[in-house]
T-cell receptor, first 118, second 113 residues
């Protein structure tokens, strides 16, 4: 099981502020992900990384940016927060697990950051 | 057509019954399938994964995969009120090294005492 941490857990902030959501994992996983989820709605992948200096945009268009300078750290930044950014942001990391002759990626999630932009 | 489809529910079962959760996917080449449980306000937690046709059992949970029908299900035996949550089906699209996990919208399960 992965140890994956997110800070802050809750954030209420005014429109126009720059914010950074932190995500760290201690398991040495190469792959990390950011998802956005509104209450009762689907998870949407917004960014992912397959390793240091690798970042890709996900399926849901997002005004956020990410960086991956260290394996264990994958912060997400909003340059100018808006009320439409209000949501739950979930970070995940994955490892390849092998069973018999097959292997597959298994994602583990952090506790999430609930962001409210006023 | 969505890539991963689940009935949003809610699915309501009495305590002690078998809950059956279903999921279909569109990419015939997908190889890995996951079930996550998400309690309200919490993050998803992995229940189990399956990649071979047939059944895979882990305690009270059984995952069933039928690649020909592009169908994966989760059975929960002896359902408990603590099983009440949203269950997310996820499918790995692409290879293990570069693929992305696509989630269904989730099925809400209510287990009534």
């Amino acid at each position: 099981e992965a140890d994956i941490y997110q800070t802050p857990r809750y954030l209420v902030i005014g429109t126009g502020k720059k914010i950074t959501l932190e995500c760290s994992q201690t398991m040495g996983h190469d792959k990390m992900y950011w998802y956005q989820q509104d209450p009762g709605m689907e998870l949407h992948l917004i960014h992912y990384s397959y390793g240091v200096n690798s970042t890709e945009k996900g399926d849901l268009s997002s005004e956020s940016t990410v960086s991956r300078i260290r394996t264990e750290h994958f912060p997400l930044t909003l340059e100018s927060a808006r009320p439409s950014h209000t949501s739950q942001y979930l970070c995940a990391s994955s490892e390849s697990r092998t069973s018999g002759r097959s292997s597959t990626d298994t994602q583990y999630f952090g506790p999430g950051t609930r962001l409210t932009v006023l | 057509q969505k890539e991963v489809e689940q009935n949003s529910g809610p699915l309501s079962v009495p305590e002690g019954a078998i809950a059956s959760l279903n999921c279909t996917y569109s990419d015939r080449g997908s190889q890995s399938f996951f079930w996550y449980r998400q309690y309200s306000g919490k993050s998803p937690e992995l229940i189990m994964f399956i990649y071979s046709n047939g059944d895979k059992e882990d305690g009270r949970f059984t995952a069933q995969l039928n690649k020909a029908s592009q169908y994966v299900s989760l059975l929960i035996r002896d359902s408990q009120p603590s099983d009440s949550a949203t269950y997310l089906c996820a499918v790995l699209y692409g290879s293990s090294n570069t693929g992305k996990l696509i989630f269904g919208q989730g099925t809400t399960l209510q287990v009534k005492p």
